[in-house]
Nanobody, 127 residues
């Protein structure tokens, strides 16, 4: 049974940093793209970033480029999202997701491409 478990969310002041983790279990994820999405109240779920588990290639939404960085630890079966220079508009529930394939620019922004989802972790940025 595939499970994705996010952690690391919390309350932070604007300009601060958080690192989200997504622990994956239940299968081998080496051929998977791991995505990060977020959803604010009253808004649709939006793409944040993605990382290819095998080669480590990444892709990011324009709104977070230069501030957020995705990485992975193969030994721990965990992917991370380092979030720096946080803004109040980054406030949302953040989800990690997994889908079979290779990350290419713009290729993993649609949530329908992902087969597995975590339960989400709340990130709140105060002004």
């Amino acid at each position: 049974q595939v499970q994705l478990a996010e952690s690391g969310g919390g309350l932070v002041q604007a300009g601060g940093s958080l690192r989200l983790s997504c622990a994956a279990s239940g299968r081998t994820f080496r051929s998977y793209a791991m995505g990060w999405f977020r959803q604010a109240p009253g808004k649709e779920r939006e793409f944040v970033g993605a990382i290819d588990w095998s080669v480590g290639s990444t892709d990011y939404a324009d709104s977070v480029k230069g501030r957020f960085t995705a990485s992975r630890d193969n030994a721990k079966n965990t992917v991370y999202l380092q979030m720096n220079s946080l803004k109040p508009e980054d406030t949302a529930v953040y989800y990690c997701a997994a889908g079979v394939g290779t990350v290419v620019p713009g290729g993993w922004t649609d949530p329908r491409r992902y087969a597995y989802w975590g339960q989400g972790t709340q990130v709140t940025v105060s002004s």
